[in-house]
Every structure is written in structure tokens, then in C-alpha cells.
């Protein structure tokens, strides 16, 4: 099979996946809203930093998705894996805020229980 012809399958594939290059609206899109615009330099080759154009075509074809939300998606899962899901707290409670939890919860009555069956 020739080049021309690799190509040509190529785009009529991305045709049918209706895939979108980086940056494309759609029809009837209102653009970028309140975010803005992120320049990406695809590599060479694939590699631990970064994909080659075609890898990401691929990706958009194997997830129906255009290449925009192929970014999204990878930078999402990146942001729920790295970064804490809440905010830090101030560590461990000392013993003088324990013992006024203690003071201020009352003195709290343990009752046996037999069963909770019958």
C-alpha cells in the first residue's frame, strides 16, 4: 500500500470518528468561555513527557473523543492521582485539646448490650 494511500485512510477514518483537531470548535460552539487557550508541541517520538501527534489521534479515535477532550481527560486523571482530593488539616490534636473534647463531651455511660438479634 502506498503512502498516499495510508493517508488517505487515515483522514477518512478521522473523518468518521468525527475527530476535531487541538483548538477546533465544533458547529454552534460558543468558544472558550472563562478558560483560554493552551499551545501544545507534540514530540517527535512518543516518550515519558509527551506524545507524538499521531498517538494522540489515536487516542481520539479509540475513545471517540476529539483531541481537545483527549487533553482534558488525561489532565484530569493526572489531577485526581497527584494532587489531594482536600484541603491539609493542622495535624494531630494535642493533649490539652483532647482532654477539653473529653471535658466538654461529658462522661459517657457505657450499657452492655446482650443482643441486638431477638
Known sequence: MSTTQTRGRRKAAEKRARVLPLGTMRPGSRGLGKGGKLLVSFRSKDGLLGVTRGTMRKLAVELS???TQVVHLALRRLADSILPGYEPDDGP??????????RLAGRQEIRSISSTLL
Open 65 to 67: 473523543l476529539n483531541e
Open 93 to 102: 490534636l494535642t493533649t490539652e485539646q483532647l482532654a477539653a473534647i473529653r
